[in-house]
């Protein structure tokens, strides 16, 4: 069964940092396509930074700011957020595709207040 589980969000104010972590487990995490997505209020969920075979991809808003990771040994991909701003605030959700199949974890909260 796969399972992934976050950690490392929380409020902060507009120009501060945090570290967000995922932890992956049931699969083989090194075959796995990994990613962040979020979702703000009234918005769709969208990419935030991933793996794509050896090519990482961080979508333009973050570029500069967010800094995405992978640890296979340790079963984990992080996302180092710098430089937060509001428009950051979202639910953020690390994804795992494994052989086609997507599963998506329980979503964590990041606030960044002005």
């Known amino acids: 069964q796969v399972q992934l589980v976050e950690s490392g969000g929380g409020s902060v104010q507009s120009g501060e940092s945090l570290r967000l972590s995922c932890v992956g487990s049931?699969?083989?995490?090194?075959?796995?396509?990994m990613s962040w997505y979020r979702e703000a209020a009234g918005k769709g969920r969208e990419l935030v930074a991933g793996?794509?075979?050896?090519?990482?991809t961080v979508t333009e808003s973050v570029k500069g700011r967010f800094t995405y990771s992978r640890d296979n040994a340790e079963n984990t991909i992080s996302l180092q957020m710098n430089s937060l701003k509001p428009e950051d605030t979202a639910v953020y959700y690390c994804?795992?595709?494994?052989?086609?199949?997507?599963?998506w974890g329980q979503g964590i909260q990041v606030t960044v207040s002005s």
């Open positions: 994804y795992a595709n494994v052989d086609g199949r997507g599963t």
């Open positions: 049931g699969f083989i995490f090194s075959r796995a396509v």
């Open positions: 793996n794509v075979g050896a090519t990482t």
